[in-house]
């Protein structure tokens, strides 16, 4: 008993860096980054938890098909990185997931408005990113140009990158982000009864995106660090609202504090701030919190849908090189 016990206080006293940023999966493998690893390279730690590889997404109208037949409006997008700064978060939050963004569905019911703002927003506030992710491109590269909202499809990937906020269209997205984007996993949000958000929630969630589309990305370190740093947010005691400032956001503060905004995650025992991507990994920070809340919705297990080796990797990587052909 008395080893119990000091075992649970070790537990409970290990720092955010142990406790909080790593996947259930690897937390007794050391072997968990993309350091040393080339783009195309096996992590065989998150290999183990894709079942089948025959079953992934083989095409751009594969992943076009999975993510309208299965993706709804707050699913979890959780990513391995690996551009620098994700392998440095990988190793600052020993976390195999070091990215996080969120599915946004547009919603039937008020599609033409929805377009027309997403338009309006494109327009005359903030265009979507048009330079690809990644150090394999060249200086020179043209401009990805990206489909008007609704154009290319109803799913989106709501994210904040180093370009700041935006939503994108999902195959788009992928070939935007290409190798840097080595393994993605989503994590469905569905209640008891497996349905997704209702239209009272998805409204909230659009008016979040339009509110903060453009906002700038977090490149204060600091801010990161102190994330990093800090107890692990329990969602119990009352948290000092002045350390949240969201002029400008890193991935999974948006996500947090968008779950906020539809009442999934507390408001005002959480600083979205203090949330960091390797939380909302199975069974680790927003998995507890989630449980706390009033409401029975909850982040299903992670299935990965893209991986490297590919015939989408592959595909992906063809098309980039076909866009940049242009600037060689």
């Known amino acids: 008993q008395k080893s119990h016990k000091h075992k649970q206080h070790r537990i409970k ?115 979507l990113d048009p330079k690809f992710n990644g150090n394999d491109v060249p200086e020179n590269c043209p401009a990805m140009k990206f489909s008007m909202p609704g154009e290319a499809g109803p799913v989106e990937v709501f994210e904040a990158m180093g370009s700041g906020v935006h939503s994108y269209p999902i195959v788009e997205h992928a070939i935007a982000r290409g190798p840097a984007l080595k393994y993605v996993a989503v994590r469905k949000l569905r209640n008891s009864k497996g349905e997704p958000l209702d239209q009272e929630a998805r409204a909230k969630c659009e008016k979040f995106v339009q509110e903060f589309w453009g906002r700038k990305y977090e490149t204060h370190y600091t801010e990161l660090a102190r994330a990093i740093l800090k107890p692990k947010p329990k969602g119990l005691e009352k948290s000092d609202k002045s350390q949240e400032g969201l002029d400008a956001v890193f991935c999974s503060e948006l996500v947090a504090e968008v779950y906020q905004r539809m009442e999934l995650l507390p408001e ?54 076909e866009l940049w052909a242009v600037a060689t």
């Open 13 to 127: 006293s290990r720092n955010l860096l142990v406790t909080m940023g790593n996947c259930k999966s690897s937390m007794n493998d050391k072997n968990y980054t993309d350091f040393f690893r080339g783009d195309d390279e096996q992590v065989p730690i998150i290999e183990k938890m894709i079942p089948n590889r025959k079953e992934l997404p083989e095409s751009f109208d594969d992943l076009k098909e999975f993510a309208e037949g299965e993706l709804q409006t707050g699913d979890i997008l959780i990513c391995h990185c690996t551009h620098t700064f994700g392998k440095l978060a990988q190793v600052g939050t020993r976390s195999t997931w070091d990215h996080v963004s969120m599915v946004v569905r547009l919603d039937d019911n008020n599609l033409e408005e929805t377009i027309k703002a997403r338009t309006e927003l494109i327009k005359n506030k903030s265009p």
């Open 268 to 321: 005002d025992t959480l600083n979205s701030n203090d949330v960091l991507p390797g939380m909302f990994a199975p069974d680790h920070g927003v998995d507890k919190l989630l449980e706390k809340g009033s409401h029975d919705f909850k982040l299903g297990e992670a299935h990965i849908f893209r991986a490297p080796q590919t015939s989408l990797s592959k595909r992906i990587n063809n098309k980039r090189a």
